[in-house]
């Protein structure tokens, strides 16, 4: 297995980082989730530095390639348009689950928030 990290630079961007949190919300989520290959994919962003950006666990590197980035399961890609700034592959060393309920990880974050949901 594999950990990819992704990150734009949105200094030029004009996208939002409401719109990037709609999206998550509302399309992308429920989309990233269907990729065969992909573990585990969470989204990051530092408004302040203007940093969008996301890491993957996936099995094998062919999942996400550099060459077909950003991409969805139907081959579109997400308000930013472009490819990452930076793209970072490591070799997974090991991986461990704190304690609590996993699932309550699948509704964290700021994109996660009910008003954006709606």
Same mark, same amino acid.
């Given at each position: 297995? /594999?950990?990819? *990290? ?5 200094? %030029?961007? !004009? +996208? ?7 999206? +998550?919300? $509302? ?6 989730? @269907?990729?065969?290959?992909?573990? +585990? @994919?969470?989204?990051?962003? $530092?408004?302040? @530095? ?5 890491? /993957?666990?996936? %099995?094998? !590197?062919?999942? *996400?390639?550099?060459?077909? &980035? ?5 081959? @579109?890609?997400?308000? *930013?348009?472009?490819?990452?700034? =930076? ?13 609590? %309920? ?8 700021? =994109?996660? +928030? %009910?008003?954006? &949901?709606?």
């Amino acid at each position: 297995m /594999y950990v990819v *990290i992704l990150a734009w630079d949105l200094t %030029d961007s !004009p +996208v939002t980082f409401d719109e990037l949190r709609s999206w +998550v919300a $509302n399309k992308a989520a429920a989309d990233f989730s @269907k990729i065969t290959g992909v573990r +585990v @994919k969470t989204w990051f962003s $530092n408004e302040h @530095k203007r940093t969008w950006g996301a890491v /993957y666990v996936v %099995d094998s !590197p062919e999942v *996400i390639h550099p060459d077909r &980035l950003p991409r969805l399961p139907n081959g @579109k890609t997400g308000p *930013i348009g472009t490819p990452p700034t =930076s793209l970072s592959w490591f070799a997974l060393e090991a991986c461990v689950m704190g304690p609590g %309920d996993p699932t309550e990880l699948m509704s964290a974050g700021l =994109s996660m +928030v %009910d008003d954006l &949901l709606t």
